[in-house]
């Protein structure tokens, strides 16, 4: 039995164009309507002509009253409407990738119960008051008879709404969202529906453990993008195009928006950009409903426009990841062009100069480097190890860069991170320090900037924090090989692996996230330090932009500017 109250309140989470499609199958029945009429007359007190014109134009409120009114709609039809429509309206959906062959063989063998213990931590009672975010569980976990190797897993956290009373007291509730995902081991991705993005991490984070398994979000290359069937030209509404390092002459940054873009050009100017950043396009779901698809190419990320039911939601996710995955598995290799399990490689005298563990990686990257350059269209492979650890491992070898963007930034607000005491912006390091991760600046000893991750380094447009954490710096950081380390790869590679090779005067890789990016044009490499680009130093009260050596924008209050460090203060000069 349904308990008080309970039908009201699902019927008001159910969108209206919903509740209008009942009644409409009510209203079908001539003896209904005439009921129906009554019933509305004694509702609110005004007699009825037109019934379904009215409808049409009843406010939530009048049609909520009503509906829940008509023992014709039972309870049953009002939960099962309810189930589909409480995921929210314009779904995301942010794509990963991992490698199945590593994946256990009992990897899903109660995944359900292994998730609730690592959930375990974040769903902890705290101290320092009442939780933004709260009991994060997922609670189903569904292998789909219509796709036979996909798991659909359903989740729910609570979220708190601050508001001022009617007393003009400050106040709190909680709200309860729902999200879905799907996963599959055979094919080796994970798709999840993102309702809050601290809670995507954690969610993230609890597979990753619970299964095993390393998670890389999807980057869908132009390449990619133009091979995807379901991406029509015609369908085309927006492209943004993004050159880091566009010379004189050029935009840095590119919006096209036009519902005949590729007749007028825009195919030439996107062979012309390096990077495209986002698109849009015009997409149908079923077969009479259009909607809109944005696509974040370098971050993985689709969503929606709109209300989708969870049927909607799913069949169109499905579908379009199927051919997205089919098509991607024929852009790869076949396999590793050099094994990562054998360790000869890393006996060479020219690996002479690394530790063990160095080593260890340097074979991580020789083996994706090659099997990249098998497949130049895909441009980029997994290196199966953690980004922190490598940047943490390799030293000066590499040279650490961090991009700094966030979805609510404007473009000009976009950059690369400085040290807010020397402005360098690939001198960063890592350090273990009580547990987490550390950022620091390897080029001072006696004034040392360093500051722990969670790092707050300012404020959007919209006033909200952006933080830099570690699963943040995970996936957007860049790793550039030092020429030293360019020389020694490729020494091994042309010396002492036959059948291929490596152009040290023209080819050139960085490692951005999870990804080991392949360039067969070095001088399209990005390095911030040396290209003169547009950087930002994060200070306690004041951003500032730092262009040609000159800061622009904001003006620091005196002549010092004060730094905000968990260690000690600096305050350079102006």
């Known amino acids: 039995m349904t308990e008080p109250g309970m039908r009201l309140r699902q019927l008001q989470q159910i969108p209206l164009f919903a509740l209008r499609q009942a009644m409409d199958q009510l209203l079908a029945d001539e003896k209904t309507e005439a009921i129906l009429q009554r019933r509305f007359g004694h509702i609110f007190n005004r007699r009825l002509h037109h ?24 309870d049953e039809q009002i939960a099962q409407l309810f189930e589909q429509y409480r995921f929210g309206s314009n779904p995301v959906l942010q794509v990963y990738l991992f490698d199945k062959t590593v994946l256990r063989r009992d990897a899903l063998q109660d995944l359900h119960g292994r998730l609730e213990q690592e959930l375990a931590a ?55 969202l729902y999200g879905l995902f799907w996963l599959s081991p055979t094919e080796g991705y994970l798709t999840v529906q993102v309702r809050n993005t601290e809670v995507l991490k954690v969610l993230k984070g609890a597979l990753e453990r619970a299964m095993g398994i390393s998670l890389a979000p999807l ?12 991406l029509l030209r015609e369908s085309f509404r927006f492209g943004r195009l993004h050159d880091p390092d566009p010379g004189p002459g050029r935009f840095r940054w590119l919006t096209i928006a036009d519902d005949n873009a590729y007749a007028r ?33 370098d ?12 049927a909607q939601l799913r069949a169109w996710t499905l579908d379009r ?40 990686h340097v074979r991580r990257i020789i083996s994706a480097l090659l099997t990249v350059k098998q497949s130049p269209l ?84 919209t006033q909200e924090t952006f933080t830099l954490d570690a699963e943040e710096l995970a996936t957007t950081m860049e790793l550039l090989p030092s020429e030293a380390l360019r020389q020694i790869i490729a020494e091994v590679i042309n010396r002492h692996l036959p059948g291929h090779t490596f152009d040290l005067k023209r080819e050139s890789f960085i490692i951005r996230g999870p990804h080991l990016r392949y360039y067969p044009d070095k001088s399209q490499v990005y390095d ?3 290209s003169g680009a547009r950087t930002v130093i994060y200070v306690s009260q004041h951003i500032a932009h730092l262009e040609g050596g000159e800061v622009v924008g904001v003006k620091p209050e005196g002549s010092e500017i004060e730094v905000r460090t968990s260690c000690a203060s600096a305050t350079p000069s102006d």
């Open 51 to 74: 019934m379904r014109q009215a409808i049409a134009r009843m406010s939530r409120e009048q049609l909520t009253a009503l509906v829940d009114a008509c023992p014709e709609i039972s």
């Open 122 to 176: 974040f769903n902890q009672p705290r101290h320092e008051g009442l939780p933004a975010l709260r009991q994060l569980a997922v609670f189903a976990l569904i292998s789909l008879p219509e796709q036979p190797g996909v798991v659909e897993g359903v989740y729910r956290f609570q979220t708190r709404l601050d508001y001022i009373d009617a007393n003009e007291h400050a106040a709190c509730t909680y709200q309860t």
């Open 219 to 230: 980057v869908i290359s132009k390449q990619l993008k133009n091979a995807l069937p379901f």
């Open 265 to 297: 050009g825009y195919q030439d100017l996107e062979e012309r950009y390096p990077e495209v950043h986002s698109v849009r396009y015009r997409e149908t779901l079923g077969e009479d409903r259009e909607t809109t698809l944005t696509i974040r190419c």
């Open 299 to 310: 971050r993985g990320a689709l969503s929606l426009s709109g209300i989708l039911s969870a």
């Open 321 to 360: 990841l199927g051919q997205l995955i089919s098509l991607l598995n024929e852009f790869r290799p076949n396999a590793p062009a050099y094994a990562t399990g054998t360790s000869d490689l890393e006996q060479l005298p020219p690996l002479s100069p690394f530790s063990i563990i160095q080593r260890h």
């Open 378 to 461: 895909l441009g980029y492979h997994p290196l199966d190890v953690d980004p922190l650890q490598l940047a943490h491992d390799m030293g000066t070898w590499m040279r650490l860069q961090i991009p700094v963007e966030h979805p609510a930034m404007s473009e000009e607000s976009e950059g690369y991170l400085a040290c807010p005491t020397c402005g360098g912006t690939t001198t960063f390091a890592l350090q273990r320090r009580n547990g987490g991760w550390e950022l620091g600046c390897r080029e001072h000893r006696q004034q040392r900037w360093a500051a722990p991750l969670p790092l707050i380094i300012g404020e959007t447009e």
């Open 528 to 530: 911030s330090a040396q």
